[in-house]
């Protein structure tokens, strides 16, 4: 199966390098324009690309078709393959004025300022905000500089000021994102991200496996989790489990965190006495759940 898409993207005029793509949503017109382009620096042009979601990307064109689709709710985390994206994508300038090239920013500016126009450089990356291109129905995004294109951002989620997702990942229902969500994680409905706490991705590392956070899940604040969680579990805050952790089971035995990674109805807690990791059984009636007022988005 191929698909099809035409958008509008942004060439570097000095370079011929590709800043970006948009594919707006069917009956919208691929047409953009910005202060960058008015001042000759990039130069808009239509595009129409044809990919494989099961093989790689091929161009930055195919590379930014897929992150719509993901931002855009038409394929799960996971779902399309995006091996090897960062090899397509250039770093890119993101300006007030719109995206740029990193070395045409002082002619930029230069060229705005005899305009009376002020410009401002958001970020230099290979990705852009996914707020750019793609506003998905029903959240809230506290700090839109925080969750990049290609995140999957479902109904009733709440990103806070602090919160983090990348592409590739995201929300599968309401949830509260307090902490980060890494490329090709997936958390699912009514789960709750603590402040500051961070699930293991595969982009750094070496790791391979891709996590997930089970439904009505609790990673408390500062905690960190580097094995999948079945639904219904809760990681008190600061507690920090790789796989290699040694976790004490509920019948003493001990073993590594990677041999119940998955599994439902855990609290994994740390003794306050002897240091160790112990796992018990959850108690949902310990933890609320979310607050359903704050995702009624």
Not at 238 to 257: F, M, R, S
């Amino acid at each position: 199966m191929t698909i099809t898409a035409t958008g509008h993207s942004y060439v570097d005029v000095a370079s011929g390098a590709r800043l970006d793509a948009w594919y707006p949503t069917e009956g919208v017109d691929p047409v953009r324009s910005c202060l960058v382009e008015q001042l000759g620096l990039i130069k808009g042009e239509v595009v129409t690309t044809t990919i494989d979601p099961d093989s790689p990307p091929v161009d930055a064109a195919d590379a930014y078709l897929r992150l719509h689709m993901l931002s855009r709710r038409e394929v799960k985390p996971n779902e399309i393959n995006v091996d090897g994206i960062f090899g397509h994508l250039n770093n890119v300038a993101w300006t007030t004025a719109g995206p740029c090239s990193p070395d045409q920013v002082d002619a930029l500016r230069a060229a705005a300022g005899a305009k009376g126009e002020h410009v401002q450089v958001t970020g230099l990356d290979k990705f852009p905000r996914m707020t750019d291109y793609v506003i998905p129905s029903g959240v809230r995004i506290a700090d839109a500089d925080r969750v990049r294109m290609g995140a999957y951002l479902a109904e009733g989620t709440t990103v806070m000021h602090e919160g983090f997702i990348n592409f590739n990942g995201g929300t599968l229902g309401p949830a509260m994102v307090e902490g980060r969500i890494s490329q090709g994680v997936v958390v699912g409905a009514n789960s709750d991200i603590g402040g500051g706490a961070s699930i293991q991705g595969t982009l750094s590392g070496g790791g391979t496996e891709k996590l997930f956070i089970g439904e009505n899940c609790l990673l408390g604040a500062n905690a960190g989790i580097g094995i999948s969680l079945g639904d219904g579990c809760t990681v008190e805050a600061g507690l920090y489990v790789t796989a290699g952790t040694i976790v004490t089971l509920p019948d003493g035995e001990k073993v590594k965190a990677k041999a119940i990674s998955g599994r439902p109805g855990l609290l994994f807690i740390r003794n306050s006495t002897s240091g160790v990791v112990e796992v018990r059984e959850s108690d949902p009636a310990r933890w609320g759940g979310i607050n359903e007022a704050l995702h009624a988005n």
